[in-house]
């Protein structure tokens, strides 16, 4: 099957970059390659590292980068300070990153990503550790009602997860499929009308597979460590946990003086590190939209370092 995935906001988040094309920039998530793509493309003397901790999506990147100004590693973008250790690289100038799953992984069934279709649960980013099979089948029922509930959102999170030991202890539970049906059991009637109750819960599982937002809290930090002066980072985010995260990280990075309200002057000394240069997240277009339904619930936020 053809790596195929449609970048998002792919103009807006490449020119949110402000690209010198002597600079050094980083994709954190190469996935098919498409952002890399434009991205190496403004580039005369500069580099860009596109890196991704899914074998399939470094291939693929490799192949569609070729005869550019850039360079494909596997790894994790929050291990990106050992990656440009590695590369002798000290700085950069932006970095970008388009969060979640890719659509190739959620296409591919036997990546176990999607609650359409039958496959084996997996969900690993990497192809390596702990699987959706691992965590369906060796999780309490409070850790999955935690995970449910936190990372999914998910209101019915007890009954989800009471269900799934339930069962199990007849037989493991193996597929997307098996998951998905006891899902939609574990919810009432209404709520299975509404729409597909299985998209929270199997968020909630990917997320606690692929340890994302902890990954993400850490690869902000290093990232933003990590730029010169007028570097630029770019997130992509597809929920609202993501989107949360990205905004307080920011506002952080953007804070200046933390002194009470009532004070005359200034006795703390904290000076902003950063600027933000989307004041609102920026969202797709409804023609975006149309053409990627995917794209629905992105959102893009930018940042400047000073």
Request: proline letters at 4%.
């Amino acid at each position: 099957m053809e790596f195929s995935h449609l970048p998002v906001l792919l103009d807006e988040a490449v020119n949110g970059l402000d690209i010198d094309p002597a600079g050094i920039y980083v994709d954190g998530t190469a996935g098919g390659g498409g952002h890399s793509r434009e991205i190496a493309g403004r580039l005369t003397t500069g580099l860009l590292i596109s890196i991704d901790k899914d074998p399939d999506a470094v291939k693929t990147a490799s192949e569609r980068l070729y005869g550019l100004n850039a360079k494909v590693v596997r790894a994790d973008y929050r291990d990106i300070d050992k990656v440009l250790k590695d590369l002798y690289i000290d700085k950069i100038d932006g970095m970008l990153l388009d969060l979640g799953v890719s659509s190739w992984q959620l296409d591919n069934r036997e990546r176990g990503f999607s609650y359409h279709g039958d496959a084996p649960l997996d969900m690993r980013m990497s192809k390596e550790g702990l699987s959706a099979y691992d965590v369906v089948n060796g999780y309490s029922a409070e850790e999955l009602s935690r995970i449910i509930f936190e990372y999914g959102e998910e209101k019915y999170a007890k009954s989800i997860a009471s269900n799934i030991v339930k069962l199990r202890e007849q037989k493991p539970i193996g597929s997307t499929a098996e998951l998905a049906e006891i899902i939609c059991s574990s919810v009432p009637q209404r709520v299975r009308r509404d729409k597909n109750p299985c998209r929270r819960t199997f968020q909630a599982i990917r997320i606690e597979v692929n340890n994302e937002l902890e990954a993400l809290s850490e690869g902000l930090d290093k990232a933003f460590e990590l730029l010169n002066q007028g570097g630029r980072l770019c997130v992509i985010t597809f929920h609202s946990l993501e989107d949360r995260l990205v905004k307080q990280r920011f506002a952080e990075f953007c804070q200046g003086c933390t002194c009470p309200p009532e004070f005359p002057v200034c006795v703390c000394g904290k000076k902003p590190r950063a600027k933000l240069i989307t004041k609102k997240p920026i969202e797709p277009s409804e023609e975006e939209q149309r053409i990627n339904s995917r794209s629905r619930s992105a959102k893009l936020r930018i940042i400047e370092k000073l």
